[in-house]
């Protein structure tokens, strides 16, 4: 079996997966309603016996138990339920498959997805993860590549992912979105609306939202680090780091509250020392450059990991870099400062920490580097 064979063998096996989730989870849907209308007579039993003291003995669990046709132990936990009104849990959301347009088409169609309500697409991946509202972590491949730049919804909720299907030129994979758009029922002038979009959202009756631009400026390949608990952006020395790291915390660190995931206090860790920083140049293959990282600035479950200069000097303390970055994530330490040419004259530093921890509450990094495989 080839590579393309077994990548291919691999996407069904999700979609064949998710499919099954999606039928177990309306089946335990359903269990909960039933349930929860077991709970409501329960209530209303032990409300009539409240109310009537000659019917208490109606209100027994034996006598709720015959009526409601189940087990004594049963009846008891749904009259402590309904006593205490305790919530079912909620489930962890499941993770979205990515299909290739033809499993995509084949999905829909089968009615798995249910009634298809609405499509995003994207040239930018970062604008679906960010415009979606999703948790980065539902995405399975995220690990290797960024997110899908295509999402399809169903009327109940569920999101599958379609490879090579963007938006916003008139190349291959803005076409690859039309095609599967006319196949799955849209108009043929509403399709093509993704050639002229690089942020657009398709309802099957027309246009939802669409940007001519794309709608976040963020970029450097968001990557679910090999531990699966943070989320790792690397950014190199010939995008600019700092203006990168600016744009990631005005668009995301600024808005906890839309971004859950990049919720907490912002703290940094700044590598003095190359050796102590070069386990951190391999893990991310995908995004590895010649730039090695020496800043990391963590916020919640996001870490933008930096690749600023070392300073030229061993009299430096910090590269002018390094500070900019810093100071883009608004963490500048005070008096922190490149040395000018007149304080080279002083004798250089002779023992030097492997890395600065700079936060407002004195911690390091809560997902650190060599905790990760």
């Not at 009634?115 to 994207?122: D, P």
């Not at 979009?197 to 794309?214: C, D, H, M, N, Q």
């Not at 950014?235 to 660190?253: C, F, I, K, T, Y």
Request: aromatic share 6%; glycine share 8%; net charge negative.
């Amino acid at each position: 079996m080839d590579h393309f064979e077994l990548k291919a063998s691999v996407q069904q096996h999700r979609a064949d997966l998710h499919a099954r989730h999606r039928r177990i989870a309306l089946l335990a849907r359903q269990l909960r309603e039933a349930e929860a209308d077991r709970d409501r007579a329960v209530e209303r039993f032990v409300a009539l016996g409240e109310e009537h003291q000659a019917a208490r003995h109606e209100t027994g669990l034996r006598a709720i138990g015959r009526e409601l046709g189940v087990t004594h132990r049963a009846v008891t936990g749904m009259v402590e339920r309904a006593r205490t009104r305790t919530p079912y849990p909620t489930a962890d959301a499941p993770l979205i498959p990515v299909l290739s347009t033809e499993q995509a088409r084949a999905y829909v169609e089968s009615g798995a997805l249910g009634n298809l309500t609405r499509v995003q697409v994207a040239f930018n991946p970062a604008d679906i993860v960010l415009e979606s509202g999703l948790d980065p972590s539902v995405f399975p491949d995220l690990g290797d590549h960024d997110a899908p730049n295509m999402l399809l919804y169903g009327d109940d909720g569920a999101v599958i992912g379609v490879e090579e299907c963007l938006a916003g030129y008139g190349g291959t994979g803005p076409s690859n979105t039309v095609r599967l758009l006319r196949a799955l029922g849209f108009d043929d002038d509403l399709a093509r609306e993704v050639l002229y979009s690089r942020y657009i959202e398709l309802a099957p009756t027309g246009v939802i939202r669409a940007s001519a631009e794309s709608l976040h400026t963020v970029g450097g390949g968001l990557a679910l680090s090999p531990d699966g608990r943070h989320f790792v952006v690397r950014l190199h020395r010939d995008g600019n780091p700092a203006d990168a790291v600016a744009r990631w915390a005005a668009e995301v660190m600024a808005d906890p509250a839309k971004y859950p995931w990049a919720a907490g206090t912002r703290r940094a860790r700044v590598y003095l020392d190359r050796d102590a920083a070069a386990a951190l140049q391999e893990p991310y293959r995908v995004w590895r450059g010649t730039n090695p990282v020496s800043v990391i600035i963590e916020q919640g479950r996001l870490q933008l990991w930096a690749g600023a200069v070392y300073p030229f000097r061993f009299a430096d303390l910090l590269s002018t870099e390094q500070i900019e970055v810093l100071e883009s994530a608004d963490m500048r330490p005070e008096g922190i400062e490149p040395r000018t040419w007149l304080d080279r004259l002083i004798p250089e530093r002779r023992e030097r920490p492997p890395f600065l921890v700079i936060s407002d509450d004195g911690q390091d990094l809560t997902h650190t580097p060599e905790a990760t495989p």
